[in-house]
Nanobody, 115 residues
Framework: QVQLVESGGGLVQPGGSLTLSCVASGSIFNIYAMGWYRRAPGKERELVADIISGGSRNYAGSVKGRFTISRDNAKNTVVLQMNSLKPEDTTVYYC?????????WGQGTEVTVSS
């Protein structure tokens, strides 16, 4: 079983930055993929960014050039650095880990971009 603990959400002004972190714990070794999703009210959940064990990264088109995802395999941690935030980035962000053909989710952390 994998447990995920997220941190780093909050309120920020447009153009500002936030860093989201997620730590995975449990009996785990060599996580395949770690990433972040978000779901705005009334919309489908969407991939924001993920990073595969080999290091390849995927980003949603709407965040390319503004967000950067990284991971620390020794600490089972994934970090999403969000810069140049826009009001449309406002929603709940969920950490996701894919391990041993299972997908695990964090409880969500809220990001609000508003002046």
């Amino acid at each position: 079983q994998v447990q995920l603990v997220e941190s780093g959400g909050g309120l920020v002004q447009p153009g500002g930055s936030l860093t989201l972190s997620c730590v995975a714990s449990g009996s785990i070794f060599n996580i395949y993929a770690m990433g972040w999703y978000r779901r705005a009210p009334g919309k489908e959940r969407e991939l924001v960014a993920d990073i595969i064990s080999g290091g390849s990264r995927n980003y949603a088109g709407s965040v390319k050039g503004r967000f950067t995802i990284s991971r620390d395999n020794a600490k089972n941690t994934v970090v999403l650095q969000m810069n140049s935030l826009k009001p449309e980035d406002t929603t709940v962000y969920y950490c996701n880990v894919r391990y041993c053909r299972e997908s695990y989710w964090g409880q969500g952390t809220e990001v609000t971009v508003s002046s």
